[in-house]
């Protein structure tokens, strides 16, 4: 069985200063990994994926993330928040290979707030 | 980008009732799509998997009489949630695969039944 893990239920930070958002996770076989930001009472909108290749992925609105297969990790990072930033973000993963490896396994979501 | 609607965006229906959310591919073809469910600060729990053409994959825990799903076309996909009670009252969100090599899912903005 797959597992996303998001340690932080909520993550404070200051306009301008750099925001990281965790998440570990756990798959058999190699990882395909996503980031996806939520606004209340929205759908999710896709950030950023690790498929294969270069660990730190680039996405939209200047987020980056850095796969570390070691630790099993796919943090989420941003230089300089904005307050536009504050949403709910979801860590994903589902497996390369096997029965149901099409499934997204979520975590269950950090929630970000950048003080202005 | 790919785009998935949902329609309604949301509703109120009344206990023993049945309503009829859909989602559409709208400027692609989805090979898979997928129901989820949201309860309020948490995670999507996926309740299932449909394929054009084929019966839906449920998940452990999900009434298949209670949710039918119907894959009519690679653009567009229903769930019906028959004689709704108000522990169905969610937030459902639907996503659509295209297959190929982006592995990613594009989500719907959501709906946001009631049941009173």
């Known amino acids: 069985a797959q597992s996303v893990a998001q340690p932080e239920d909520q993550v404070n930070v200051a306009e301008g200063n750099p925001l990281t958002v965790k998440c570990t996770y756990s798959?058999?076989?190699?990882?395909?990994l996503f980031w996806y930001v939520q606004y209340p009472n929205r759908g999710l909108q896709f950030l950023l994926k690790?498929?294969?290749?270069?660990?730190l992925v680039k996405g939209s609105y200047g987020f980056e993330a850095e796969f570390n297969k070691s630790q099993t990790s796919f943090h989420l990072k941003k230089p300089s928040a904005l307050v536009s930033d504050s949403a709910l973000y979801f860590c994903?993963?589902?497996?390369?290979?096997?029965?149901?490896?099409?499934?997204?396994?979520f975590g269950k979501g950090t929630k970000l707030s950048v003080i202005p | 980008g790919a785009v998935v609607s949902q329609h309604p965006s949301w509703v109120i229906c009344k206990s023993g009732t049945s309503v009829k959310i859909e989602c559409r591919s709208l400027?692609?073809?989805?090979?898979?799509m997928f129901w989820y469910r949201q309860f309020p600060k948490q995670s999507l729990m996926l309740m299932a998997t449909?394929?054009?053409?084929?019966?839906?994959?449920?998940e452990q825990g999900v009434e298949k009489d209670k949710f039918l799903i119907n894959h009519a076309s690679l653009t567009l996909s229903t769930l019906t949630v028959t004689s709704a009670h108000p522990e169905d009252s969610s937030f459902y969100i639907c996503?659509?695969?295209?297959?190929?090599?982006?592995?990613?899912?594009?989500f719907g903005p959501g709906t946001r039944l009631t049941v009173t």
């Open positions: 996503s659509a695969e295209t297959g190929g090599i982006s592995y990613e899912q594009y």
């Open positions: 798959v058999s076989g190699n990882p395909y």
């Open positions: 690790y498929i294969t290749g270069d660990n």
């Open positions: 994903a993963v589902r497996a390369d290979s096997g029965a149901g490896s099409y499934q997204l396994t």
């Open positions: 400027d692609f073809q989805a090979t898979t």
């Open positions: 449909s394929n054009e053409g084929s019966k839906a994959t449920y």
